[in-house]
């Protein structure tokens, strides 16, 4: 369940390609006191919702909660509601940031660190025992 389309791009990193693309920008003295932006994949929830059908051979589907806008009053009612409990507005803050792609990393740095072949997810979810 999330709120937007479901057709939003996300970006996803697997702590493998993490830890490659850490190591490279150690190396590299532009990265110094930069922030390194890399990602191993883009697609939406619907595609990652399609590529879990076929790797498992069972229907996944996505469930849309309302759009970028309720969302973001949903979170403004739950923190009025209850400021002190995080757990009822802070997730749904990063699912906003995501569906609302403000939180999408660019200028990506990938083609700086060339020896690093980010997963797809595609290969990640075909990698792993369903």
């Known amino acids: 369940m999330f709120g937007g389309t479901g057709n ?5 990193t697997t ?6 693309y850490t190591v490279e920008a150690i190396h590299d003295p532009s990265a110094l006191n930069q922030v390194v932006k890399v990602c191993g994949d ?3 929830l619907n595609e990652f919702a399609k590529i879990l059908s076929e790797a498992t051979g069972s229907p996944w589907s996505t469930k849309v909660m309302g759009t970028q806008e309720e969302l973001g009053k949903m979170i403004a009612i739950n923190y ?3 400021p002190q409990n995080i757990f009822s507005w802070m997730p749904l803050q990063y699912v906003w ?3 609302s792609e403000k939180f999408l990393l660019r200028p990506l740095w990938n083609s700086k660190y060339s020896t690093v072949h980010p997963t797809t997810v595609k290969d990640w979810v075909a990698s792993q025992k369903w």
Do not use: H, Y
């Not at 702590?15 to 490659?20: F, G, H, I, V, W």
């Open 8 to 12: 939003e791009k996300w970006q996803w």
């Open 15 to 20: 702590l493998e390609d993490t830890a490659r």
């Open 42 to 44: 883009e697609i939406s």
């Open 80 to 82: 009025q509601q209850q």
């Open 97 to 99: 940031g995501m569906v």
